[in-house]
């Protein structure tokens, strides 16, 4: 029985990969959720899904994710085929210039954006180890971004997303050593960008029209605009099923490939 488990799965990619991977009843689904309050939608599909198992943590902190690992491993006998470190966020306006002559800022932004991309990923990633080495498929997965390509950022001319893109590339630096170091064991890493997804509503869609579609125009100029969640997630979910272990460590798209859009 293939068995999943999902951070940040309270809405937009985590709550779509949950609602595909739970559709298929073989399927052990469990998603990681910090506030119950904010995953309704996450409740009402496992009602229905009682192949989902919701577990309340927090990814920044470790302790949380030993004791999510043991709860996971009560239901698997103590093993884990896929790990989906979907965690993310930070701000995405913020700009170098901003920061300029303002280094306790500065400091902040960046260490708050490495918390959530970086640290919660390495934290996860180290409790869950003993279930994913246990396991048949033994994949970890890290939802990263395009916004952390250097070409793409070059070439698009983005200036903004400063802590979000640094530490999206962090994470994508963890996912080659991590992929290094446990190649020998038939582990599989993969730092996966899931495309430029229309999960935002309010400002942030405004900023995704207003600003990012004429950006990524000048590298793609056949773009029309976002896909969808469920797009990026059957894509996604491509990717993950046909990761092989001589692709462990790289940082691909929701294509499989590098074209970010």
Known sequence: MPSYVVTGASRGIGLGLIQALSSYESNQVFAIIRDPATAPALYSLA????????????????????????????VTSGKLDVLINNVGGGN???????????PSELK????????????????????????????ETKKIICISTGMADLDLMLKSEIPFALGYSMSKSALNAMVAKYAVQFRGEG??????????VA??????????????????????????????T????RMQLEVIEKLTLEQSGQFLSHHGDKIWV
């Not at 490495?114 to 409790?127: E, P």
């Not at 180890?129 to 246990?134: D, E, N, Q």
């Open 92 to 102: 995405n306006r913020d700009m170098p210039a901003d920061y300029i002559g303002k």
């Open 187 to 196: 582990i599989k890493l993969l730092s996966l960008s899931p495309g430029w």
């Open 230 to 233: 469920e797009e990026s997630i």
């Open 47 to 74: 009602k229905t899904n009682p192949n989902i198992h919701i577990i309340i943590g927090e990814v920044t902190k470790p302790e949380d994710m030993d004791l999510a690992a043991q709860e996971v491993a009560k």
């Open 108 to 135: 902040a932004a960046m260490l708050e954006s490495l918390d959530i991309n970086l640290f919660g990923a390495l934290y996860t990633t180290d409790s869950f180890l003993p279930l994913i080495r246990a396991g």
């Open 199 to 228: 999960t935002h509503t309010g400002p942030e869609a405004d900023m995704a029209r207003e600003i990012l579609l004429p950006a990524f125009q000048k590298v793609y100029p056949e773009l029309k605009g976002q896909i969808t």
